[in-house]
């Protein structure tokens, strides 16, 4: 399984963006996709999950802000973030796992991450 992740920038607080995540592989559809994200010299947080079916698991610390979704078809991944804070600045990577899990450790696949920088 390969991951791409893609659609981030430098946007302004308050503002919405939408990155992608492209799979291949066989598997790829059979398997669960988070998106965590890392920021300068903190570790890597779990920010939401969807599963092959679709459930969707989000981060409370989110605050409801973020919606992830899943195009089968087309074996993409989206992750919507409105309302962008300045706290929301990191390096954003996709990851597939087979099970559900938090913990950056279970996702054996990982895409190479995209820049997201929120200015006040």
């Known amino acids: 399984v390969q991951l791409q992740a893609s659609g981030g920038g430098l946007v302004q607080a308050g503002d919405s963006l939408r990155l992608s995540c492209v799979g291949s592989?066989?598997?790829?559809?059979?398997?669960?996709v988070a998106w965590f994200r890392q920021a300068p010299g903190k570790e890597r947080e779990f920010v939401v999950r969807?599963?092959?079916?679709?459930?969707?698991y989000n981060s409370d610390s989110m605050e409801g802000r973020f919606t992830v979704s899943r195009d089968s078809a087309k074996n993409m991944v989206y992750l919507q973030m409105n309302s962008l804070k300045p706290e929301d600045t990191a390096v954003y990577y996709c990851a597939a796992n087979a099970y559900y899990s938090r913990s950056y450790e279970a996702y054996p696949y990982w895409g190479q991450g995209t820049q997201v920088t929120v200015s006040s």
């Open positions: 592989g066989r598997t790829f559809s059979t398997y669960g």
């Open positions: 969807i599963g092959s079916g679709g459930t969707t």
